[in-house]
């Protein structure tokens, strides 16, 4: 005997295209984390977000636009100065300000827990000298972005360095420096990147000047 009961029907949510560019870039980020970024398809993220190639493509362009808003919105916004702050971590809730070395500390370690992010980052990097390539302007604005960011907190500094309006070359060697770093990490012999850094702070912060400032 048949089935009285109706099912009732799903209702479709709709998102908007922040919320949907968001559950994209979730989907992207762990595709590429389990795959390796020469192994996302478009059509995997599509099956993951339940969206045709077409819908896809409204949000991204093509592959090269999807890795772009991944290095930008899911390796470049994540864990900035506000969100080390947010830890409650004593050396980002200090009355005079927040550690610079402390903050890129936790930068590297919550880095090196997805290193397909790095890797992608890297490639991508890399790729973009092209003055053709799309990601091209982002990466050349890339150094006034992070000075622009930083600029917005409160930084605890020796008073031997001087001011924070003086520290844009220390900045800009910290992140050659990390960058540099993650760049030998994909090469033998296999190195911690926490490990390394260490390495680094002790010449970019060098003691006894910013001893009491970590």
Not at 8 to 16: D, G, Y
Not at 95 to 108: C, F, I, K, N, Q
Not at 198 to 205: G, K, N, P, S
């Given at each position: ?22 559950q994209?870039l ?6 590429v984390?389990?795959k ?22 409204h ?65 991508l ?40 309006e ?9 992140i ?9 990490l ?29």
């Open positions: 005997m048949p089935s009285t009961t109706q099912e009732t029907p799903r209702r479709r949510v709709r998102l908007t295209p922040d919320e949907r560019r968001a994209i979730e989907a992207a980020a762990r595709i984390a389990e390796g970024f020469y192994g996302l398809s478009l059509q995997d993220v599509c099956d993951a977000v339940g969206l045709s190639q077409p819908g896809l493509l949000y991204v362009r093509n592959k090269e636009g999807l890795l772009q808003l991944l290095v930008e919105q899911r390796y470049d916004r994540r864990f900035d100065p506000d969100d080390f702050i947010a830890t409650g971590d004593p050396a980002a809730t200090h009355p005079d300000g927040v550690s610079l070395p402390a903050y890129l500390r936790y930068l590297v370690r919550n880095n090196a827990r997805t290193p397909e992010l790095i890797r992608l980052y890297m490639v990097g890399a790729e973009a000298a092209s003055p053709e390539h799309p990601a091209h302007e982002y990466f050349s604005q890339r150094p006034d972005g992070v000075w622009w960011l930083y600029s917005q907190t409160t930084w605890r500094l020796p008073p031997e360095v001087g001011p924070w003086d520290q844009r070359t220390l900045v800009e060697m910290c050659e420096a990390m960058d540099g770093v993650q760049v030998r994909f090469r033998d012999p296999p190195i911690e990147l926490e490990d390394q850094w260490a390495r680094f702070e002790q010449v970019l912060f060098p003691s006894p000047v910013w001893d009491d400032y970590r």
